[in-house]
């Protein structure tokens, strides 16, 4: 296992080549380190800036094996990897950054929530639901309108569906194709906050300012950082020591988004987390002197992590689908900073690119 700091010119492994892999690619290359991909797709986002690139599935044992020997730290960009792949890369004894046990229990919604209450941050209510009895009774004891998702997979807007009467509990679980599931209760919240945060293997933490984000559909529009916060509450200290004692409770190391129903009168639930850089956090790109993809860097290879203080308010927005197809005009704009993943098929909802609009100095 090599020593930490890994120094310039050593090899970072990403498991997953879309994305959020392309620009941890280049933050890594910008600090002098190669990145290897793993991916199945042979012309990935991630792999096309990436010095060399594995193509294979993730869970393929010769790949992860090739994958382990030729990178000194190993990561992933996204919680759908299989957690089989990250514990069979850490056994072997590869560097692995965030660790398995992070990546199991944001793969199941239940051990997520079960996780996040026992290390003192709160959820909202839920039920487990694995047959159509235990819908009916957590629906009564929830009540309604009440959230059904699958306890797995699943995502912008994907594998979940409201319930706003009991009656309606069989066709409700029908269309998630009888999957395990998890209810939730509604959460009365006045806007959605998310909170970017890292740890390095020292258990040192870096906190970015809080996003305020809206969704369309069910997938994150746009966020506005730093988020506006009434200095008199407990907002700000209230998301940091929430995403601290989740940092804490994983031992983990990397960067974490952890999104947060913001109730008022300073009670914060928290709707999710994911184990690794997060759309949320795109704004620190140009908000920011050291962006969440370095910071990811920097962490996973033992190097110092660095500052979080925001120089500019943003405001990030997704482009989706042939949104993207108006690149000429938004390139043109003094006051926008376009991303584009490099996707060669622009489907409707699909993730194509994100613009930075600044709103002001701070």
């Known amino acids: 296992m090599p020593s930490l700091p890994l120094p310039p010119g050593s090899t970072l492994g990403i498991i997953g080549g879309g994305q959020l892999g392309r620009m941890l690619s280049q933050a890594a290359s910008r600090l002098g ?13 991630a792999g096309r800036v990436s010095a060399h690139q594995i193509v294979a599935a993730y869970d ?3 790949a992860l094996t090739a994958l382990g020997r030729a990178a000194d730290v190993v990561t992933f960009e996204f919680e759908n990897v299989p ?14 950054a965030p660790g398995p046990t992070a990546l199991r229990v944001s793969q199941d919604r239940v051990d997520e929530k079960t996780f996040l209450n026992a290390v003192g941050a709160p959820t909202v209510a839920f039920a487990v639901v694995d047959t159509l009895d235990d819908l009916v009774l957590g629906l009564a004891t929830l009540g309604v309108p009440a959230l059904l998702k699958t306890r797995r997979e699943g995502y912008d807007g ?7 009467a009991i009656e309606d509990a ?20 006045v806007r ?15 906190v970015y300012p809080l996003g305020e984000n809206r969704h369309e559909g069910g997938v994150l529009r746009t966020t506005l950082a730093p988020a506006t916060v009434d200095e008199t509450t407990q907002v700000r200290a209230r998301a940091r020591a929430i995403a601290e004692a989740i ?5 983990y190391v990397g960067v974490l988004g952890v999104e947060l129903f913001d109730l008022g009168d300073d009670v914060l639930l928290v709707n999710e987390i994911a184990p690794r850089v997060h759309n949320t956090g795109h704004w620190t790109q140009d908000g920011c002197v050291c962006d969440q993809f370095e910071q990811h860097i920097r962490a996973v290879t033992g190097w110092p992590l660095g500052p979080t203080a925001a120089h500019a308010r943003i405001e990030m927005t997704n482009l989706l689908g042939d949104e993207v197809d108006a690149w000429r005009k938004l390139s043109a704009k003094s006051d926008e900073r376009l991303h584009l993943y490099g996707k060669a098929e622009a489907r409707p909802g699909r993730k194509m690119a994100h613009v930075n609009r600044l709103l002001g100095s701070i």
């Open 33 to 45: 380190f190669d990145v290897v991909i793993l991916d199945p797709e042979a012309d990935s986002p």
């Open 158 to 164: 994907k594998g979940q569906v409201w319930i706003h």
């Open 192 to 206: 959605e906050l998310s909170v970017i945060a890292a740890r390095d293997w020292d258990g040192h933490m870096a």
């Open 170 to 189: 069989p066709a409700a679980l029908e269309s998630l194709g009888g999957r395990p599931a998890i209810l939730e209760a509604k959460a009365t919240f």
């Open 60 to 62: 393929d044992p010769d």
């Open 247 to 251: 940092l804490d409770g994983l031992d």
């Open 83 to 96: 957690a089989d792949s990250i514990e069979r890369l850490a056994e072997a004894g590869a560097l692995v």
